[in-house]
């Protein structure tokens, strides 16, 4: 960790009055950043990107925070949904991160698969009693419906999760 990153993190404890939290990373990369919500989400090409001093701890830490609204990102981690510290106390921030890669690529294959399924239902409702067209859009109509169901598995793996204890 930075010079300049331990002296923030140092003031920001010396003048905080909220809960010491505890950061907690059950699953991906070990350095998540708690990040409290105030701070600006800059958007890059659609993707959600934090830089990494507007945060007041990186896990593992135990530092005083302010409280209220937080959420947690890192270097190749899905941010969080925002989340709510008490007011005081001693509180666990347990995080399983989430894939960006994929999250993105749950959407990609949900977005084949959704209109696979649909394009073979509508081959399978004109088929006009060919057997050839019928097979056709059931297999293009399976096809799909495995791709749906895939990106919903990746998208639900994908985020990432925070509980606070």
């Known amino acids: 960790m930075s010079g300049s990153i331990a002296a923030m993190l140092a003031v920001v404890a010396a003048t905080s009055s909220g809960p010491r939290v505890h950061v907690e990373v059950d699953r991906g990369p070990k ?12 958007e890059v090409r659609g993707l959600q990107r934090v830089d990494p001093h507007e945060g007041v701890c990186t896990s593992p830490c135990d530092a005083v925070v302010d409280a ?44 084949v698969g959704g209109p696979s399924m649909i ?24 096809a799909g419906a495995a ?3 895939t990106g919903a598995i990746l998208i639900a793996t994908g985020r990432t999760r925070v509980r606070v204890e």
Do not use: H, K, N, Y
């Open 31 to 42: 350095a998540v950043v708690l990040v409290p919500r105030q701070s600006t989400l800059r």
């Open 68 to 111: 209220g609204d937080a959420f947690v990102a890192g270097d190749g981690v899905l941010p969080s949904t925002p989340f709510g510290l008490p007011p005081a106390g001693e509180v666990t921030v347990r995080v399983r991160a989430g894939r960006r890669g994929a999250f993105l690529g749950g959407w990609v294959v949900l977005g």
């Open 119 to 142: 394009g073979g239902a509508v081959a399978m409702t004109l088929a006009d009693d060919d057997p050839g067209r019928l097979r056709t859009g059931a297999v293009v109509a399976g």
């Open 147 to 149: 791709l749906v169901l």
